[in-house]
């Protein structure tokens, strides 16, 4: 079973930068996807930001594209998810995401979660 911890989540003020982080208790060498998720209250768990390994490539959703930034460091089996230029609109809480099959986008093709940590921005 893979555990995944989020942490870094608080408030912070329109415009402002916040980094969340997400540690797994396996190494991310062993997943083909690793995602940053949304919830807002009222909404849909939407993806944000993943990164597939079969393709090293980062993949964003439209709103976060040059503002949010996905990173790993494998040594620590850590995510980050570095947010800039932060909007009220972005205030969620944002979960990390692993599975061993194919990226994708959709919430229901992952198997592990973390907990959440919580986002809010202020106007």
Do not use: H
């Not at 329109?14 to 997943?31: N, P």
């Not at 690793?34 to 993806?47: L, M, N, S, T």
């Not at 969620?92 to 919580?118: E, H, I, K, L, M």
């Amino acid at each position: 079973q893979v555990q995944l911890v989020e942490s870094g989540g608080g408030l912070v003020q329109a415009g402002g930068s916040l980094r969340v982080s997400c540690v797994a208790s396996t190494s991310f060498f062993t997943m083909n996807a690793v995602a940053w998720f949304r919830q807002a209250p009222g909404k849909e768990r939407e993806f944000v930001a993943g990164i597939s390994r079969s393709t090293l490539s980062a993949r964003y959703t439209d709103s976060a594209e040059g503002r949010f930034t996905i990173s790993t460091d494998n040594a620590k089996n850590t995510v980050y998810l570095q947010m800039n230029s932060l909007k009220p609109e972005d205030t969620a809480v944002y979960y990390c995401a692993a599975d061993r099959a194919r990226f994708t986008t959709s919430p229901t093709n992952y198997d592990y979660w973390g907990q959440g940590t919580q986002v809010t921005v202020s106007s």
